[in-house]
């Protein structure tokens, strides 16, 4: 059974870099059918996209979120890192990690079938 | 930038009642669309893709429908664990903004 977990940092100053690791368990980061995701959810809001990665190291990011946003993969640890730079109080919120499932035909990411359990991440001084 | 708009923002129905959220997308995103249900403090959980696809282990009583800019998600007979939120999710278009709807909430009439 696959498993994502969050790891990282709960609080983190504003201006400062917040930086969260998601580690792959029962599964290789490395499969040709599968990206892998950052998805955040402010207090009381909704869904947000940040950016997803292939094990290839090729990405996709939200570009409300692009400048500030870098995602990276290690396939040695099985797993693959969120740096989101400059943080204000309007990046607090829950971080989750998921797999998402290649769109077979258009070779891109599709649906996030498998979620981390999330990590919740303040900013404040 | 394609967004996607879910009505409505909340939904009051009893248990046992049929339950029909929609999720409407500024352009086509084809067929390109996911469910999800989230319930409190737990993470999203995928219900349907490809618009009409039960993921792994979903019961029947879920469906989606739609393909181009209109979708439905049904719960056919709504259980009590069933209430939750739902969002929808275009994965068409990239790279998207806001993928996501802004979700339909489920209570308990």
């Known amino acids: 059974q696959l498993q994502l977990q969050e790891s990282g940092p709960g609080l983190v100053k504003p201006s400062e870099t917040l930086s969260l690791t998601c580690t792959v368990s029962?599964?290789?980061?490395?499969?040709?059918?599968?990206?892998w995701g950052w998805i955040r959810q402010p207090p009381g809001k909704g869904l947000e996209w940040i950016g997803s990665?292939?094990?290839?190291?090729?990405?996709y990011y939200n570009p409300s979120l692009k400048s500030r946003v870098t995602i990276s993969v290690d396939t040695s640890k099985n797993q693959f890192s969120l740096k989101l730079s400059s943080v204000t109080a309007a990046d607090t919120a829950v971080y989750y990690c998921?797999?998402?499932?290649?769109?077979?035909?258009?070779?891109?990411?599709?649906?996030?079938?498998?979620w981390g359990q999330g990590t919740m991440v303040t900013v404040s001084s | 930038e394609i967004v996607m708009t879910q009505s409505p923002a909340t939904l009051s129905v009893s248990p046992g009642e049929r339950a029909t959220l929609s999720c409407r997308a500024s352009?086509?995103?084809?067929?390109?669309l996911a469910w999800y249900q989230q319930k409190p403090g737990q993470a999203p959980r995928l219900l349907i893709y490809g618009a009409s696809t039960r993921a792994t282990g979903i019961p029947a009583r879920f469906s989606g429908s739609g393909s181009g800019t209109e979708f439905t998600l049904t719960i056919s007979s709504l259980q009590s664990e069933d209430f939750a939120v739902y969002y929808c999710?275009?994965?068409?278009?990239?790279?998207?903004?806001?993928?996501f709807g802004q979700g339909t909430k489920v209570e308990i009439k």
């Open positions: 998921a797999r998402r499932v290649v769109v077979v035909v258009a070779a891109t990411p599709g649906a996030f079938d498998i």
């Open positions: 029962g599964g290789s980061i490395s499969s040709s059918s599968y990206y």
């Open positions: 990665i292939y094990y290839s190291g090729s990405t």
């Open positions: 352009q086509s995103v084809s067929s390109n």
């Open positions: 999710q275009q994965y068409n278009n990239w790279p998207p903004g806001r993928t």
